[in-house]
């Protein structure tokens, strides 16, 4: 599994213009030592359909430590309500199935708003001029019938408008949070005036859990009350399964539900992937047995799934060579916010049949 991309964007919010079109641009950065190619396309989420999205030239070729960005063109049909939609960035290798292999950005929400109302209906002007016309003709002819010596009413001053004094914006110094832990770093940007923006937690082995990047740069000067980005570095320490207990015997013709808990708080998505052992007959004659290839991968949001069970081969039917001896081993691996992958926690189960 490669854990060499990295997929960042500048915002975390896409509103659609007046013809719901709007762009957005995706910076993907080879971290390998080697130039890849990079296959990108977008994962959308719940209501969001991948035709609204068009991609220039999605599959490119990254040199080592290079970036390359990707504009995404954003086209949603008129039909479609208004509201909140989310999507994220992917970038797999292109010889490799999307769903075993790929990196995330973080999520960015499309604001979807309301059509604009019809224009009103306007009435003909000259209906209203007759009508004007008419109105002022009435009233001074009953003015004229009850106050036949009144005098000519005297003109009222018209009052002084009130003129409210321009708010200025204040500038304020940056502060440094580079190197503070993420409860500092929100006290000196609450002292300075600053509030929280978005927070990325980033896997690094070793890591502090210290803020290592700023969205504003320190001692530049800023409006007061501006949203600070952060990236802190979070150690990539494994979870740990709760249950159920290794080496369990699974009932016929189901899969148990696993649960974990996280060693790190800021981590939300983990990876949970199904390996079933083979067994084949070496030369001799005996018969030795290790891990197949993984089954297709689900990223879920919660410390808990049920994977989907898989179809084992316990007969050598087909002739392959080998055959399945019921045993699986279930991976749950921790993604951080940018689409890297942690260090991965197991355990060994057997599938009664």
């Known amino acids: 599994m490669s854990t060499k991309w990295v997929v960042t ?32 396309d977008i994962r959308t989420g719940t209501g969001v359909d991948t035709s609204w999205f068009a991609i220039d030239d999605p599959q490119r070729l990254v040199r080592p430590a290079a970036s390359v960005p990707y504009l995404v063109r954003i086209a949603v049909p008129a039909q479609v309500a208004p509201g909140s939609y989310d999507f994220e960035a992917r970038v797999c290798p292109p010889d490799a199935a999307p769903e075993e292999n790929f990196v995330l950005s973080r999520r960015v929400l499309l604001e979807v708003p309301a059509p604009p109302a019809p224009p009103k209906r306007k009435w003909p002007w000259w209906l209203i001029a007759i009508a004007a016309a008419i109105l002022a003709l009435v009233i001074g002819v009953i003015t004229w019938l009850a106050w036949p010596t009144a005098q000519a009413p005297q003109a009222l001053p018209s009052p002084t408008p009130s003129v409210s004094p321009a708010v200025a914006a204040e500038y304020v110094p940056v502060p440094k949070v580079i190197g503070l832990s993420l409860p500092d770093a929100l006290t000196s940007l609450q002292k300075a005036g600053f509030t929280q923006g978005t927070t990325v937690y980033r896997f690094e082995p070793g890591s502090p859990n210290l803020v290592t990047r700023q969205g504003m740069p320190p001692g530049t000067l800023a409006v007061k009350g501006s949203r600070m980005d952060m990236e802190i570095f979070i150690p990539t320490t494994k979870p740990t399964i709760l249950s159920p207990k290794a080496g369990s015997n699974v009932t016929p013709n189901s899969m148990p539900l696993v649960t974990w808990s996280a060693a790190q708080p800021t981590v939300s998505r983990w990876l949970v992937t199904v390996q079933p052992e083979r067994c084949s007959k070496t030369a001799a004659g005996t018969e030795t047995c290790s891990g197949g290839p993984l089954l297709p991968a689900q990223l879920v949001g919660a410390r808990e799934h049920m994977p989907p069970l898989p179809t084992l081969s316990y007969v050598d039917t087909t002739k392959a060579g080998w055959r399945h001896n019921g045993f699986i081993t279930i991976y749950v691996q921790p993604v951080d916010d940018i689409g890297l992958w942690g260090e991965p926690a197991s355990i060994r189960l057997y599938l009664e049949h």
């Open 9 to 40: 964007t500048a915002t975390e919010r896409v509103t659609l213009d007046n013809t719901r079109s709007a762009e957005i641009t995706f910076t993907v950065t080879n971290q390998a030592e080697r130039s890849a190619r990079a296959l990108f």
